[in-house]
């Protein structure tokens, strides 16, 4: 048997310009082009909702070594007689390894992403929870206890590390104890002898590559299965899971094919065609286009649902029109989204079934309408489904906030009594909880995407209280908001069912800030952010969520008007 590069000892120190050869490397540079387009074309658009909560950043970077030592592969066939013996297990030892722990690391943020949003799904619940739990007045202390309390992004950046390193440590380890790529020093016993063709097919094998085994094995074998089996109950909205999904199975036969290709005489032949890495690349090309090509489809896909949206927006208010037309549209709106919201089609009416029904619920208004009269099924799938759970919690929060403002802020002429000033500051301390809870991008574990001028203009009243009274958390690029690699410790917190809380969640209802309130505080003070937010949830949140419903109640007519079900 050969090497893994398909060399033999009969082979020539020569590069070999076969129809083989020449295939894979015209393959490579195809596929190269298109991966690295399909990167910017990501990265041109990581603004976007849809990809703003995935970690972009980890995910590309793993793309990058694992598309180098494929593009190596590629080209193995054709030099590999002229490359040195001990390239190949440089790049299998180092740049394949390194690269799936950084995927791994990537791939496991989803479930990260769906535990937290978790929260926003009850978020009633969850803010009661919060008034009745006593604080945590346990101060744990330790390394460990110190790794527990990192930031998620900052924990999985050392795990990786630890394993790279770790991984890197051994891979340097077998070259310098074994003989097989210097004659000098070394175990003896241990170095080859031979043609230099024979000595390259030895070196292409051999316990010296079993740490790189063990880590494909291991990333492969039990982290991936993990994190499909956690991933299992999740639907979301953008792809993720399929993508969660399509990239744990794709490694699962690499290194046992790429043993057998090794080891199995009978594969010799299929060795000319296919040498034994191509089975590793198999499972980067799979992964490659599970993380670059299928969130490509569904950015495409989301900004024909933006347009959508807006052009059945634009013609509803082409229709509505006109003198009386608002009493009658809100009516219709109305109707619509309450058969919507029942799950049920009446006899006159379908939901969805025609454009002007469509025109009728894909409305600012029938989004108002939800949020004021039922905002929770709405928020439970923007939580579980598509991730965006701060949204609806920022707009209802701000709801109940502005329902509850006394007159004297609604009404500030005129001269302020201790009392009025004490009713206003209590105002002040929940619009702060609402500023740090979904709008900081210091306090926020999703800060929800406004205007850059609309966040300053909120820091300005609010950011330095939130400093005193929820202390300095590291600072986050507001572009990418979800990637916090801070190793500043949060406040201790009690927990809450299956995922933590946040350093704002547990001070709050147990401090209040008692400084002045900035004169620009007003009643008016989220208007701008809470327009901004609507509009938002109504181009990418709500037309999903008529899609479900509409899919969910079609079904479950299908299930009333079938024959066995009479």
Known sequence: MGSELGITADSKPQAVYSAVSIWWAVWAGVWTVAVALGMAF???????????????????????LLHLYWLSVQFGVMIGPIMPGEAQYWLMGIWLPCGLALFHGSNSHF??????????????????????????????????????????????????????FIQIFLTILMWLISRKWHDSWGIPGTEVHGTEMQKKVEQGRGWEWWPGVFWQVFWSWIVAPIILWNSRHIHDTQGWRAQTIGCSIAGLHATPMWLIGLFVPAMEVVNQYWIPPQWICLSILIIEICTIFLPCWEVMRHQSLHQETLDAIRQWELRTKGAGSDTKSMGSTATMVESMMSGWKSTNDSVLSDNSSRESIL???????????????????????????????????????????????????GSLTANDKEVIRECFNRALYIYAEFISVSHAEFPVNISSQDLRKLETVFETPARILYGDEVEVDPATPFMKHGFSEPLASPSYSDFSESSVTAIKNRAQYMGEVPGSFNATVFEEAEQSIKYLVLTNTWPKFIKKRQSWTESTETLRSSPEMV
């Open 42 to 64: 990501l990265i041109s658009r990581r603004h976007l909702p849809i990809l703003r909560v995935r970690s972009l950043a980890l995910s590309l970077s793993a793309i990058v």
């Open 111 to 164: 479930l990260h992403v769906a535990k937290l949003q978790k929260k926003y799904a009850n978020y009633a619940e969850y803010q009661s929870h919060l008034r009745e739990s006593p604080p945590d007045s346990r101060k744990n202390r330790g390394l460990i206890a110190r790794f527990r309390r990192l930031e998620y992004s900052a924990k999985v950046v050392i795990l990786v590390a630890i394993s790279m």
């Open 363 to 413: 409305n600012m208004s029938a989004l108002e309408y939800v949020l004021e009269r039922n905002p929770m099924p709405l928020q439970k799938f923007s939580a579980l489904n598509d991730f965006s759970g701060e949204n609806v919690a920022f707009l209802t929060s701000v709801g109940e906030w502005k329902c509850s403002l006394p007159k004297v802020l609604q009404d500030s002429t």
